[in-house]
Each structure stands twice: as structure tokens, then as C-alpha cells.
């Protein structure tokens, strides 16, 4: 009996754990709500039924579907909480798609909504205020997408969005201000967009930023400070145009993306203390100064890019590195010394260096002479800040330094009214000014325009050791015309049997600057003889200065003077007629008839261009008195057989003699100005000659008016703020498949402040050759054949493949899981010269 009546309770026992269980599954697996399974079958349709979305036909219990990397549903109870979809857009936008109702139908329809990531589905049009009423959304991510307009106002009202992504797509406008509003906003990415203006001062108060990410817009000025932004950790703006100064930061930053901007001021000490840094990325600007070497040694530092700037300083073999360092390019900069050990390849399979374009001892890759580095670094050096010494001192110790300091100053007084003295003495010399980088600043971009700051210190001391420096750059600058003849005074009967006594069919042209014949002298040195007849008339001292200032000219890139002749009245009392002796140069064409008949190369161009600002500095720099407003064409750039420029036609003083009025011409804007001003940027009006140059370089035509060169201007002003296809458009069609789009933008703006209004506002003929330099750089690394391209693609790729067969340990701070030489190439290679140096590099990775 008491086995019998066991048994029913063990079956009841049973029923009733069976029932427990049958609820518990039935609580788990809660069905979504009938109205958000609606919801999400109207979204379905406004996206014009993807097939990852089909599971919706098929099936209402969502809650308990499946993730796929396409769409991932959460539910929590029966409400949707998290909404993932990824798309495969194609780069065709849906077709009759409206944001507004879109976004007002997820609003409406999942108020329990806290994450909603819409990735890649080809979702277009503004984004509407209707977004606002996703009260509850924490996580917001609408990458890779076509929406465009200005970021509403609306999304203010997301109080609790901790994380905003906006990546990759075609919002205009500004970073807006109210975004202060979002206090616990950490993640804010909107980089690859089209948003201009400045960074709002309010992003301060967001203290809980720990990512920020705006790459690859328009945005320009300098960067707020963010030292109170204590939880920063990420800061990436690579590719914008701030500057100049250095931002403020906390110490705390891991990765800091200051790439391709406009900063040229030097780097903070401070930076050097930085411990959490692993990334560091401040390549293709303009910084100057000393380049700190305390960043190779951060404990954390594993990625360090400096290229493409003006750092300075001596690299010496025994300085440290981070153990954790694999990745360094310090290239294109004005470093000296020694490599350091530390980053020497041999023995270290896992550390990427690159070091070309400096100045090092070391040789395996390409190096630029010394003295290269050392006058460069001289041009761009900054000023140090004084500090008052704050050092205690016994009254004894003040007492004798007010001694020493009055007699000091009594010596110093006394120098000076000296130097003074000579200095008015030397009045008739243009003292040069002293370059500061501290104010003036110009303003390319890309390619980024050093700045051509002038600041004339008022000591003259200062002026004297000026003086001084400048007549030792002049010395070297004559050796460049050391292969030419002596220059000599000639015979009138020289002269007339090497042109058989000025026959007509030795006359090469003539005008309103004398006649020019073709002679060859009984060495059978072939030369050209300009006649210049004296309308005023002067005994042979006055012309004396004029003809030592003559003798001077004598560089490369000029059709230097080889002698002169004198030819007096019958009285013997006055100079009637002038004659100046010029090497011949058997040419192939103006620099016109280059451009515009036999078509040089792009390449070709940019050297001509480089000769002409070589030829240029030297009128303005190599002599002194400076030569300046030689008002240079290109009919007046001649090339020889091997294309070598020579300028043919300069602002010779004694040409003032003969001077009538000619035919119009193009003229700088600013040699309208007064005289003071005139004076003070007197070196600006042959800058706007190689503007207009430069535009018939471009363009490929002759320009021979003011109104041309202003509606040429307006056009290549338009098309750099448009696409590589916009700037292709306008150029030569000769050129236009062989330039690559960074060495033609570079040349463009440059154009563009050559031709500034203001003569102030206009680049130094240093910053010219520069950015002529960069373009010829840019344009090289695009060609297989570059010797150093392939030079370092070999470094490249060997430790991508050593990197490969030995795993991957580390990696790149973003891209930890790469286990190939291929996608290890393409990440250290990004946007470093373009695509063409992407394709040597995998061609490379293949044949290994």
C-alpha cells in the first residue's frame, strides 16, 4: 500500500518539474511585439526587400533569430533593443527612398531602440530632424552611406547617445556646436564627409570623449584646446587643413593622426612625455625645429610617422628605442648624424625603418647632401622663447652683476654706434632681412607651403652679421658659374670680325633692348652680342657699378654675361654705345614653344620650372645689389638640346638707358602700388611671373593678358576644391594622363599664390623651389622605374614577408589580425603615394 501510494507522487512530481520547464522556455523565448514586427516589415519595404532581410517572410519569432554577418536582432523581454543591419551597397543609392519616413518609422515603431547601426545600404538624401525621436538610442552608426546635408539639429535630443558614427558619407557643413549637448557622448567618427569650418570650442566640455575621428574633410584653423579632455585616448584628424600650431592635449592619448594639414610650427616638448602613445602620425606637414628623439624611446610608441616635413636635428648611433617600435619613416626631413642602432634592420625581422631624403651618414637609402640639411634648417629655424632665470642670488652676486652689466652695456653702446656707423656708410647695400617662421605664414595646402616669414630685427649688429652671412652664400652661389670664361673686356674689332662687322645675316632680333647678333670668336667660342645704343650720354665712370654689377652673373640657370665692350663717341668724352658679351646657347626652343609645339613632358615641366626659380633667386640673392621686376616670360626661358633651362631675357641695370615704352604686357598687380611698397616686396613681382608661368605649364597655351591669366586663375581655384577629375579637365590633354593628381594639385596651388593680388601674400622664391621640389617628388614615387621607389618598396616588402612567415605577434596598433604580406603592405602603404606605388609593391609581393 505504501509502495502504491508513492507512485502517484512521484508522477506528480514529475508533471509538475515538466510544467516549470515548459514556462521557463516559454519566458525565454518571448515573442517580439506584433507592432515591432510590423515596424521592421515596413522598414523591409522602404528598403526595397534585400535578401538578407527575407528571414521577416518567413518567420515573426526575430527575437530568437540567428545573427548573420547581414543582420543581427536583440531583444530584451519582448521589445527590440539592438537593430545591425549591413549592406553589400554596390554605389547605387534605393531607389524613391525618403530618410524622413525611414527614420520616422523606426521611431515611431521601436521606442525600446538603443543601438542601430545601418551600414553600406545605399541609404541617400538629408538627414531628417524625424531621427530625433529615437529617444532611447545609445549607439548610432550610419556609415558608408550617401546622406548629405547639413548633421540636424535634432540629434541633440539623443541625451543618452554614447557613441556617434557618421563615417563615409556626403554631410556638409560644420561640426556642429550643440554637440556639447551629448554629455556622455565617448565615440564620435565622422571622417570621409565634406564638412568644413572650424572645430567648435564647445567639444571641450565633452569630458567623456575617449575616441574622436574627423579624417578626410574640409576642415580648417586651429585646433581647440583639448588639455581637459582627460579621458582622450584617440584623436585622428589626417587629412584636413588645421593649423598651424601644434594642438593642446592631455598625456594620457594613445593614438594621435595629425597627417597631411597645415601645422608648421615646431613640436612641443611635452609631446616627449606622452607614455600612453602607441601611434604617432604628424607626416606631410610643415613642422620645423628640433625633431624630439625621446618619441623613439615612449615605452608604448609602436608606430611612428614623421615624413614629409621640416624636422631638424643630429641622430646619433646609441640612442634607445622602444622594444615595442615596428614601424618608423622618418624620411623627407633635414635630420644629420647617425642612424641609431636601435632602427638599423639587421638582426630585428619585426621593425619597418625608413629614413630616405635626410641627410644621415648612413647610405642604403637615398640621402641628400649635408650642407643641404644645414642651409635649410637655417631657413626655417625658430626663434627660442627667453626665460628670466628665477635663481636666487646673494646681494654680493647682484651688486656685481649690475657692475659688470653697466660696463657691458657701455661696450655694447660703443660697438653698435660703430657698426651704425658703417652701416650707413654701406647704405647703398640692401641689408637682407632675417627669416623667421614666427609670423607671415602662407598657406598651401598637399603639398603645404613653408612658411616665408620676413622679420627685420632692429639691431644693427644684427644687420652686420646678416650682411656677413648673406656675402658667404653669395661666394658659393658664384661657383656655380665657374665653368664659364673669365669675364673679360673685348675689342670693338673683336666684336666686328666675329660678326663679320655686324652683318645683317648675323642679326638674331632685335627691339626696344638693342639688337642681339650671333658671333664667333677666333677660339671659335660661338656667342651672342647685344648692341645696346645710349640715349643719354654719360663718360665711362657712370656705367662703371652698372658693369661690375654685369660681370656677376654667372649661374646655370642663366645666360650668363662673358664680357663687355665700350664704344665712345669721336670725342672720346662720352659711351655712345654699349655692347654685352653673352654665352650662346644652341637652343631647342622657348619654353613657349616647348609647351605649346614639341610637348614636353609633365615631369619636363616641373624642371623648367625649378631651373627658372633657381635662376630667379640667384638675380634676387647671388648678387648684391639683388636684381629684381625682370618681368620673365616664357618666350624669354630658353632650353638647349638636353632641355636644360637657361633665362635669356633679366632686368640687366644699364638696359634703364635705353628703356621706351614697348607693347602691353602682362603685369603684377602689385607694381601698381606706391614706392614704400613697391621697396618692401620688391622681390614679389618676378613671383607673379612664375605664377603665370606656371599657368602656361598647366594649361599648355600661351597666356598673354591680364584678363587670361585672371580667368585661368579663377578656373584652377575651382577645380582644386572639386576631384583629381575636375583638375584633369583643365590641364594640357598632353599631360594630362601622365601627372599624378598630388604632384598636379601641388603645382596648381602653387600657381594660385603666385598670383595672389597682394604682393604679400605671395610665397618666397624659397618656398616656390620647395613645393617645385614636392611636385617633382610626388610625381617620381609614381613611376616603377623611381630608383628609390624601388629601394624602399624592397625594404617594404621584405619585412611584410618576413612578417609572414614568422606570424604576427604585434602588428600595427589597428591592425592586429594581419596575417598576409599583402594586407600588411596595403596598411603601411595607405595613401603614401597613390595607387601606382600600390601595384609596384603587390607586384613585388608576387614575384617573391
Known amino acids: 500500500m505504501k509502495v502504491f501510494m508513492e507512485k502517484p507522487y512521484h508522477h506528480l512530481l514529475v508533471l509538475i518539474l515538466l510544467l516549470l ?77 525618403s530618410t524622413d519616413s525611414f527614420f520616422a518609422t523606426l521611431g515611431g515603431g ?50 543618452n547617445l554614447q557613441t556617434l558614427v557618421i563615417d563615409h558619407n556626403n554631410c556638409t557643413g560644420s561640426v556642429p556646436g550643440w554637440l556639447s549637448s551629448l554629455q556622455v557622448l565617448s565615440f564620435l567618427s565622422l571622417k570621409n564627409n565634406s564638412l568644413t569650418g572650424f572645430l567648435p570650442n564647445s567639444i571641450t566640455d565633452l569630458h567623456n570623449l575617449r575616441v574622436v575621428s574627423l579624417s578626410e574633410n574640409h576642415l580648417s584653423g586651429e585646433v581647440p584646446d583639448l588639455h581637459n579632455l582627460t579621458n582622450l585616448q584617440v584623436l585622428d584628424l589626417e587629412g584636413n587643413y588645421f593649423g598651424p600650431h601644434f594642438p593642446s592635449l592631455h598625456n594620457k592619448l594613445v593614438t594621435l593622426v595629425l597627417r597631411n ?25 610643415g613642422f620645423v625645429g628640433p625633431f624630439l628623439t625621446s618619441l623613439l624611446s615612449l615605452p608604448s610608441i609602436t608606430y611612428l610617422d614623421i615624413h614629409k616635413n621640416k624636422l631638424s636635428g643630429m641622430l ?50 637615398v640621402q641628400n647632401p649635408k650642407n643641404l640639411c644645414h642651409n635649410e634648417a ?81 639691431s644693427s649688429a644684427f644687420v652686420s652679421l646678416s650682411y656677413h652671412h648673406r656675402s658667404g652664400y653669395i661666394s658659393q652661389t658664384m661657383k656655380l658659374g665657374a665653368s664659364l670664361p673669365v669675364y673679360r673686356t673685348f675689342a670693338l674689332e673683336e666684336l666686328k670680325e666675329a660678326t663679320n662687322n655686324f652683318d645683317a645675316s648675323t642679326l638674331m632680333s632685335g627691339g626696344s633692348h638693342g639688337q642681339i647678333y650671333r658671333g664667333k670668336l677666333t677660339d671659335g667660342t660661338l656667342v651672342a652680342i647685344r648692341s645696346l645704343r645710349m640715349r643719354k650720354r654719360h663718360n665711362s665712370q657712370i656705367y662703371t657699378h652698372h658693369i661690375e654689377l654685369i660681370s656677376k652673373l654667372r649661374h646655370s640657370h642663366l645666360v650668363s654675361a662673358l664680357g663687355h665692350c665700350l664704344e665712345y663717341d669721336t670725342d672720346a668724352s662720352s659711351v655712345s654705345n ?146 583629381d577629375a575636375a583638375r584633369k579637365s583643365i590641364v594640357d590633354p598632353e599631360v594630362m594622363n601622365e601627372c ?48 628609390e621607389l624601388i629601394q624602399e618598396s624592397m625594404v617594404v616588402a621584405e619585412w611584410c614577408w618576413k612578417r609572414k612567415s614568422g606570424g604576427d605577434q604585434g602588428g600595427l596598433l589597428e591592425y592586429n589580425n594581419a596575417k598576409t604580406a599583402s594586407l600588411c603592405m596595403n596598411t603601411i602603404l595607405r595613401n603614401s603615394y597613390g595607387n601606382q606605388r600600390k601595384s609596384a609593391l603587390e607586384k613585388l609581393s608576387e614575384e617573391a
Open 378 to 458: 637655417l631657413a626655417v629655424k625658430i626663434l627660442p622663447h627667453k626665460q628670466m632665470s628665477k635663481t636666487p642670488c646673494s646681494k654680493s652676486v647682484l651688486a656685481s652683476s649690475m657692475v659688470a652689466g653697466t660696463v657691458g652695456g657701455i661696450a655694447v653702446l660703443g660697438i653698435v654706434l660703430l657698426v651704425v656707423r658703417r652701416f650707413h656708410d654701406e647704405s647703398r647695400v640692401k641689408a637682407p632681412s632675417t627669416r623667421s617662421i614666427m609670423e607671415n605664414v602662407t598657406t598651401i595646402n598637399t603639398v603645404k607651403l613653408l612658411s616665408d616669414a620676413s622679420n627685420i630685427f632692429f
Open 21 to 97: 520547464l515548459l514556462l521557463s522556455f516559454h519566458s525565454s523565448s518571448k515573442q517580439l511585439q506584433p507592432s515591432q514586427y510590423e515596424t521592421l516589415v515596413r522598414i523591409q519595404k522602404l528598403l526595397n526587400n534585400p535578401p538578407f532581410l527575407s528571414i521577416f517572410d518567413n518567420s515573426t519569432d526575430l527575437c530568437n533569430f540567428e545573427p548573420t554577418p547581414s543582420l543581427t536582432i536583440v531583444c530584451y523581454q519582448d521589445n527590440l533593443t539592438q537593430l545591425h543591419m549591413v549592406g553589400n551597397n554596390n554605389g547605387n543609392g534605393i531607389q524613391n527612398f
Open 740 to 787: 599624378s593628381d598630388e604632384s598636379l594639385k601641388t603645382m596648381m596651388e602653387l600657381c594660385i599664390m603666385c598670383l595672389s593680388n597682394e604682393p604679400t601674400d605671395r610665397p618666397s622664391i624659397e618656398d616656390i623651389l620647395w613645393n617645385l621640389q614636392f611636385a617633382t617628388q610626388v610625381q617620381n614615387s609614381t613611376h616603377n622605374n623611381n630608383q
Open 578 to 723: 654699349i655692347y654685352l658679351i653673352f654665352e650662346f646657347i644652341p637652343s631647342y626652343g622657348t619654353l613657349r614653344s616647348c609647351i605649346c609645339g614639341q610637348k614636353i613632358t609633365w615631369i619636363q615641366r616641373i624642371a623648367a620650372s625649378i631651373g627658372v626659380a633657381k635662376g630667379i633667386q640667384f638675380l634676387h640673392t647671388g648678387i648684391v645689389p639683388g636684381i629684381f621686376s625682370n618681368n620673365i616670360k616664357t618666350t624669354d626661358i630658353l632650353l638647349d638640346q638636353n632641355l636644360h633651362v637657361k633665362i635669356g631675357s633679366y632686368n640687366l641695370p644699364v638696359l634703364a638707358e635705353t628703356r621706351r615704352m614697348g607693347n602691353a604686357e602682362i603685369s603684377s598687380p602689385g607694381r601698381k602700388a606706391n614706392f614704400s611698397i613697391r621697396v618692401q616686396n620688391e622681390d614679389k613681382s618676378d613671383v607673379y611671373d612664375i605664377g603665370v608661368i606656371l599657368l602656361e605649364i598647366i594649361v599648355g597655351r600661351p597666356i598673354v593678358s591680364q584678363n587670361e591669366v585672371v580667368v585661368a586663375k579663377d578656373i584652377l581655384q575651382v577645380s582644386i576644391t572639386k576631384g
Open 110 to 159: 521601436l521606442p525600446s531602440l538603443k543601438v542601430l547601426s545601418l551600414v553600406s545600404l545605399g541609404l541617400w538624401g538629408p538627414l531628417p530632424g524625424s531621427i530625433g525621436q529615437l529617444s532611447s538610442l545609445e549607439i548610432l552608426n550610419l556609415s558608408s552611406n550617401y546622406f548629405s546635408g547639413n548633421i540636424p539639429v535634432q540629434l541633440s535630443l539623443l541625451r
Open 316 to 365: 646619433f648611433q646609441n640612442m634607445s628605442c622602444s622594444a615595442a617600435l615596428d614601424y618608423v619613416d622618418l624620411s623627407s626631413n633635414l635630420l644629420n648624424g647617425d642612424l641609431p642602432t636601435c632602427l638599423q634592420l639587421r638582426g630585428i625581422n619585426k621593425r619597418l625603418v625608413l629614413y630616405s631624403r635626410n641627410c644621415l651618414s648612413n647610405k642604403n637609402q
Open 261 to 285: 594639414n597645415r601645422f608648421h610650427f615646431g613640436i612641443p616638448v611635452e609631446l616627449g612625455s606622452y607614455h600612453y602613445l602607441q601611434k604617432l602620425d604628424i607626416s606631410l606637414n
